[in-house]
């Protein structure tokens, strides 16, 4: 809650990251990719004089395959 209100904040979410690196089929040849990805909500909730309301954001996104073959 926020202070001296009777607004409900609430903030979360996830990060994720991953990397593979490896050789390929072919002598002295290497390959790398990188995934990455993240999320995030925002949740408010306040009580008002017609009944609650509720605000939700969320964003996210998602890069896939940065790198080489």
């Not at 995934?35 to 009944?51: F, I």
Request: proline share 1%; with cysteine; aromatic share 4%.
């Amino acid at each position: 809650m926020l202070q001296a209100s009777d607004t409900c904040v609430r903030i979360s979410g996830t990060v994720r990251a991953d990397a593979l690196v490896g050789s390929g089929r072919q002598f002295g040849s290497s390959s790398y990719r990188t995934q990455s990805g993240a999320h995030l909500q925002m949740d408010v909730r306040k009580q008002t004089e017609y009944g609650p309301l509720r605000a939700v954001i969320a964003v996210g996104n998602l890069h896939r395959d940065r790198g080489q073959e």
